[in-house]
């Protein structure tokens, strides 16, 4: 009866923290613009969060640099289980036209456990919707 | 007795990571440091060995808000070394999505200064406008960002009367709605009080630092690279430079603001004097050998690309200096002698891409060498609280 | 003050410190100086012609040497100065007295030629990661960098 209710209540409001690791900005402008009026984001009970312990889920952007490999890894345990990871955008899953650079690693599934991929470059506002509401259904 | 504090790579002040320490004494900034490289993805390396073609690709995706004026300046440069001279329709049209661009980073910008000074109404209205903008640059060039409309030697796609007629329709929208927000962002009390003589940088000091674009206009100097080494066709286009001289944060959003006024008047003009013809000219596959500088009036300021090759198809060397990395040594001038609480406010007036420049705040407490990281939310609220008494502060020394 | 005025004052200041004088396009000039020259083409830029904005210093890996590259504007003009150093002793004088907001920019050209950068206010590495092994420059033509093979999770090894 409890984890029924716990379940729902995750379902219900799964607040996310934004994290770029060494992207172009573009899929950042376009998460941020899911969350103004014309494309909703907080109908869904979504909360832009500031610090990962408060996070359910981390949308991530952007090919992970060397630099922010351990950042990466620090905020990834940094946030409380369960936890769900998406990765936004052509460089998060696999580099986009940085491969090949030096700083650059690849996708953010190189660093930690992704769970829903959204592809675009960049990613639609609707797209990303999509993939929130795709990750909620798969709970 | 000072204290360090780390501003780490993970904010969600800026959506981008840079790592900022501030050496603080009380609520007063002593010195900043930023270290850089969270960014740094290696590009003018890759640069080297992609062709030309390939490259407009690889600079669009410098920074995804100012995309098309890195493709712009390199395929400027690119067509001055091979003396391509695209034709005037081709320049007509990428004029007009440079300056659709430069409306759509500065409402966003206006939006985020809401967002910092606490002012969320502001922000949402702003964005709800800015989805115009991306309207009509879906229909004209396919997608929101990254609009892939530039080739060497000219544009890609073609405007048809369907169009034209849509953005002028919009342009009455946006011109009354940027009216209104004219009229919020310089007469409201509590948003004016919290933007004045915040970040303050003389005019000897922004150009002794370098500094470009609003920043410096903000401080009365009238340097444009649109006026001062016109490119595309900004030598037939009738404009005014803005420049204000109150050289603060309430200084570099009145820049702004008139900017956007002048950038609609641009597009009125290019769309009603559109010349008919080809869209662009045919490029050779490869350059001969030589060298150029390209500069380019970016929102953020001034874009620098210098290109060399050595007559094959890929360039010897391409070197891209962004904007932002242009205001860096002003913004920590800025910072010093400010307050804690400026800071996201003071960051964000430089209108920072960091990811052009390059390739969370740690507060150091000088005393006893230990490491606090303070979430930038945390600085902000701050920020709100201490607002209404700011002028006492700015005063007082704190007796620590 | 245009492009043909420039060239005639430079060529009278400088005389025969000048190596190279070129105007490929309008509004864009290329002056060669040597290194030790450096110092007194800046100045006279400044203090006389008024090119007080520096955009950006650029390096470029020539083989046998390093060329760098001053790119100074004004409202009439892009002016470039341009030295070259030998590849064995890459030294350069720092112009951060005349315009303190090059350090930036010089800090860049240690970080990614090994330039060695002398009266630099401030000489840390500017955009290379903390665990970035020393001696590895990456604009160099002779580093190149390999990519190591990635481990896509879930898919076939």
Same mark, same amino acid.
């Given at each position: 009866m409890l984890t029924k209710l716990t379940r729902w209540s995750r379902l219900k409001s799964p607040w996310i923290l934004h994290l770029n690791t060494g992207a172009c900005n573009a899929c950042d402008i376009?998460?941020?613009?899911?969350?103004?009026?014309?494309?909703?984001?907080?109908?869904?009970?979504?909360?832009l969060k500031a610090t990962p312990r408060h996070a359910d889920v981390i949308i991530c952007t952007g090919p992970a640099t060397r630099q922010m490999k351990d950042r990466l890894i620090r905020i990834y345990e940094q946030t409380p289980d369960p936890k769900f990871v998406i990765a936004v955008g052509a460089c998060a899953m696999s580099g986009c036209v940085y491969r090949g650079a030096y700083n650059v690693i690849g996708g953010i599934d190189q660093v930690i456990p992704v769970d829903v991929y959204v592809p675009g470059c960049p990613v639609r506002p609707d797209a990303v919707i999509d993939g929130v509401v795709k990750l909620l259904n798969k709970l | 007795m000072k204290f360090q504090i780390p501003?780490?790579?993970?904010?969600?002040?800026?959506?981008?990571?840079?790592?900022?320490?501030?050496?603080?004494?009380?609520?007063?900034?002593?010195?900043?440091?930023?270290?850089?490289?969270?960014?740094?993805?290696?590009?003018?390396?890759?640069?080297?060995?992609?062709?030309?073609?390939?490259?407009?690709y690889l600079t669009e995706r410098i920074c995804g808000i100012c995309s098309h004026s890195h493709t712009t300046c390199y395929v400027q440069g690119v067509e001055k070394l091979m003396e391509l001279q695209p034709p005037k329709r081709g320049l007509y049209i990428r004029t007009l999505v440079a300056e659709l661009e430069r409306i759509h980073s500065h409402l966003l910008w206006l939006g985020v200064a809401g967002h910092e000074a606490g002012f969320d109404s502001f922000f949402m209205y702003i964005w709800r406008d800015r989805e115009i903008v991306m309207d009509i640059l879906e229909i004209i060039s396919g997608n929101r960002v990254h609009y892939g409309i530039n080739t060497i030697g000219g544009v890609?796609?073609?405007?048809?009367?369907?169009?034209?007629?849509?953005?002028?329709?919009?342009?009455?929208?946006?011109?009354?709605?940027?009216?209104?927000?004219?009229?919020?962002?310089?007469n409201e009390p509590s948003f004016v009080a919290r933007l004045a003589r915040v970040g303050y940088l003389s005019r000897e000091e922004a150009i002794s630092l370098c500094a470009v674009g609003p920043?410096?206009?903000?401080?009365?100097?009238?340097?444009?690279v649109r006026k001062d080494d016109p490119y595309a066709v900004y030598d037939e286009v009738p404009f005014e430079v803005c420049t204000a001289d109150t050289c603060d944060v309430l200084g570099r959003?009145?820049?702004?603001?008139?900017?956007?006024?002048q950038s609609y008047n641009i597009i009125e003009y290019l769309l009603k004097n559109l010349p008919a013809g080809e869209i662009a000219v045919k490029a050779p596959r490869r350059a001969r050998p030589g060298e150029m500088v390209s500069r380019y009036e970016a929102p953020r300021g001034e874009n620098i690309h210098y290109i060399k090759s050595n007559g094959t198809d890929?360039?010897?060397?391409?070197?891209?200096?962004?904007?932002?990395?242009g205001n860096y040594a002003a913004t920590i001038k800025m910072l010093k002698n400010g307050f804690i609480a400026d800071v996201p406010l003071i960051f964000a007036a430089i209108d920072p891409c960091i990811c052009c420049a390059e390739r969370a705040a740690a507060i150091v407490n000088a005393r006893t060498g230990e490491e606090k990281i303070v979430p930038m939310d945390i600085l902000r609220q701050t920020s709100q609280r201490t607002s209404p008494n700011k002028d006492e502060k700015r005063e007082a020394e704190w007796p620590l | 003050m245009n492009d043909q005025f420039l060239i005639e004052k430079a060529k009278e200041r400088l005389k025969d410190k000048v190596l190279s004088l070129t105007n490929p396009a309008p509004r864009r000039i290329f002056l060669g100086v040597s290194v030790e020259n450096l110092l007194e083409a800046v100045n006279w830029l400044k203090k006389d012609m008024g090119f007080t904005h520096l955009s950006t210093i650029s390096g470029v890996d020539l083989g046998q040497s390093f060329e760098i590259l001053y790119h100074f504007a004004n409202n009439a003009?892009?002016?470039?100065?341009r030295t070259e150093i030998p590849r064995e002793t890459p030294q350069l004088p720092s112009i951060c007295e005349l315009t303190p907001g090059a350090v930036l920019y010089e800090r860049e050209l240690q970080d990614m030629f090994g330039?060695?950068?002398?009266?630099? *206010?401030?000489?840390?590495?500017? %955009?290379?990661? @903390?665990?970035? *092994?020393?001696?590895?420059?990456? %604009?160099?033509? @002779?580093?190149?960098?390999?990519?190591?093979?990635?481990?896509?999770p879930g898919g076939k090894k």
């Open positions: 376009e998460v941020v613009a899911a969350l103004t009026p014309r494309f909703d984001l907080e109908r869904f009970g979504v909360l | 501003i780490g790579p993970q904010h969600p002040a800026l959506k981008e990571p840079i790592g900022l320490r501030i050496t603080v004494e009380g609520e007063i900034i002593r010195d900043a440091d930023l270290r850089l490289g969270y960014n740094h993805r290696g590009i003018e390396k890759l640069a080297e060995s992609k062709t030309w073609v390939q490259n407009i890609r796609r073609d405007l048809d009367a369907l169009q034209v007629k849509r953005t002028l329709d919009s342009l009455d929208t946006l011109r009354k709605r940027s009216e209104y927000y004219k009229h919020l962002g310089t920043t410096l206009r903000a401080s009365g100097v009238p340097m444009d959003t009145v820049v702004r603001i008139k900017e956007l006024f890929k360039p010897e060397r391409l070197k891209v200096r962004a904007p932002t990395l | 003009c892009s002016l470039t100065i330039i060695a950068v002398q009266n630099i *206010p401030d000489s840390r590495p500017l %955009l290379l990661p @903390d665990g970035w *092994p020393a001696g590895n420059y990456p %604009l160099r033509k @002779d580093w190149k960098y390999e990519r190591p093979p990635e481990v896509i």
